[in-house]
């Protein structure tokens, strides 16, 4: 569960956050709506670490989690997405969700030359999790369609 409790995020004088919490449930997808200029997109930059609160906490797992920087939270299972989804519109579902991790094993030219059982083995888990991702967005039906063939939810779904 992420927990935001009392969060406040200030620009000198403008109160952008003022007081805001919630809760939100492990697996759910949640939204938040609100007029433009309410601070919908502030708050979000301050739980992914973009952001650092002027005051208040942010716990995730019962973990405080407060002015985390972003590739931290990342490691933890936490990532910020955006309004326009990206995709690699060439690319099959799945394939879009096993390019996501960095580092991985075939970036190299050592590893890509000599170290092939390694990165075959990395394959292997990085489909089973891309596999696992879709099946849970339940758009695993979908996993060897091109992305760029995916309707506007969907992609958001991908993203």
Do not use: Y
Request: hydrophobic letters at 40%; charged letters at 25%; a neutral charge.
């Amino acid at each position: 569960m992420i927990a935001v409790e009392s969060l406040h995020r200030h620009f000198g004088g403008f109160r952008a956050v003022d007081g805001a919490s919630l809760r939100i449930r492990d697996g759910s997808i949640t939204g938040l709506i609100g007029p433009n200029g309410a601070g919908k997109t502030t708050l979000f930059n301050v739980i992914a670490g973009v952001l650092k609160p002027t005051s208040g906490k942010v716990t995730m797992a019962g973990e405080d989690i407060t002015g985390l920087p972003p590739h931290e939270l990342f490691h933890k299972g936490l990532l910020r997405t955006f309004q326009i989804a990206h995709e690699f519109s060439s690319m099959t579902v799945r394939e879009n969700l096993m390019v996501v991790p960095g580092h991985q094993a075939g970036e190299t030219l050592w590893n890509a030359w000599f170290r092939r059982a390694l990165i075959a083995q990395e394959e292997v888990a990085l489909r089973k999790k891309a596999d696992d991702v879709l099946e849970f967005l339940t758009i695993d039906h979908l996993k060897d369609e091109k992305a760029g063939n995916l309707s506007g939810g969907q992609k958001k779904l991908l993203e």
